[in-house]
């Protein structure tokens, strides 16, 4: 049995009026498989 387990990142921009925008961001598992964590509309 796998056990799953829940991953937080947090970002920040400095100075508070700056921003970023993440697209196309992907984790890859033990198997060598990539699962999305963002998808392409961010």
Same mark, same amino acid.
């Given at each position: 049995?796998?056990?799953?387990?829940?991953? @937080?990142? !947090?970002?920040?921009?400095?100075?508070?009026?700056? $921003?970023?925008? !993440? #697209? #196309?961001?992907?984790?890859? +598992? $033990?198997? $060598?498989?990539?699962?999305?964590?963002?998808? @392409? +509309? $961010?």
């Amino acid at each position: 049995m796998q056990r799953l387990r829940s991953v @937080y990142h !947090v970002w920040e921009c400095n100075p508070p009026d700056m $921003g970023m925008l !993440v #697209k #196309k961001c992907f984790v890859t +598992d $033990g198997d $060598g498989e990539d699962h999305a964590v963002v998808d @392409y +509309d $961010g």
